[in-house]
């Protein structure tokens, strides 16, 4: 095992020994998981962004969800259909990195809004015709929504997220790094608050793997 897998196939793993998997999800704090409401858990991760106590991974590129639609084939009732959803940033995408004790990944704001993207549905009529670009319909994408009081503050749901990845940061690691999540103890999968108003994006619950990419 070579120096750049010991440092990022994840933070159950030191000195290329596989440990055991900690019992909590890694947005929680391993002893006592659930003793942080949700307001103070994106508090402490605002907090640990602003003093910068985190260690960079990288620039966020893209995230994969899981979307849900309703859709009608062959004429038959309308059904709930998944499907798999990216969310891309182009090389835009915000600052990622890793708490110091490895609980929880940090998104550090601000989170500019997702650039537009090539309309999938266009259709050229010549080989070299581009595609028009069009903004990506995050609220298609999304779960649900977290309304707050003062409605200024509302975050979109996306969950379960699957994957991240990001254009490493590191000198040891060029490329890409991929994060890879997977259900928590109690069955939680991750999820990614998103709030464009605020400019801030979190990431909760599941646990996570990292993991360089060639």
Same mark, same amino acid.
């Given at each position: +095992?070579? #120096? ?10 030191? *000195? *290329?020994?596989?440990?055991?998997? =900690? ?10 998981? $659930? !003793? ?8 402490? %991760? ?17 995230? +994969?969800?899981?979307? !849900? ?10 059904? #709930?259909?998944?499907? !798999?959803? !990216?969310? $891309?940033?182009?090389?835009? *995408? ?8 490895? %609980? ?9 809004? =997702?650039?537009?993207? =090539? $309309? ?8 070299? $015709? ?13 779960? *649900? ?13 996306? %969950? ?9 940061? %590191? #000198? ?19 999820? +990614? ?22």
């Amino acid at each position: +095992m070579n #120096e750049t897998e010991k440092v990022w196939t994840g933070p159950w793993q030191q *000195g *290329g020994q596989q440990l055991r998997k =900690p019992p909590a999800a890694p947005s929680f704090l391993v002893n006592d998981p $659930d !003793s942080l409401s949700l307001d103070a858990r994106l508090e402490r %991760q605002l907090h640990r962004a602003r003093r910068q106590e985190y260690e960079t991974l990288g620039t966020l590129e893209v995230v +994969m969800v899981e979307a !849900s639609g309703v859709v009608r084939t062959n004429g038959n009732p309308l059904i #709930e259909q998944k499907r !798999s959803a !990216s969310i $891309d940033w182009y090389s835009t *995408g915000p600052l990622v990195g890793i708490s110091l004790d490895h %609980q929880e990944l940090i998104i550090c704001p601000p989170v500019k809004p =997702p650039p537009t993207v =090539p $309309d999938p549905r266009f259709l050229p009529g010549k080989y070299d $015709d581009e595609a028009p670009h069009v903004g990506q319909d995050l609220r298609n994408v999304a779960a *649900g929504e977290l309304k707050s009081a003062d409605g200024l503050s509302d975050f979109l749901i996306f %969950q379960p997220v699957h994957q991240l990845l990001l254009i490493s940061r %590191q #000198e040891s690691c060029k490329g890409f790094i991929s994060v890879r999540f997977e259900a928590d103890h109690v069955g939680r999968h991750c999820c +990614m608050l998103y709030s464009a108003a605020l400019r801030r994006a979190h990431l909760l619950y599941g646990h996570f793997s990292i993991k360089p990419t060639t």
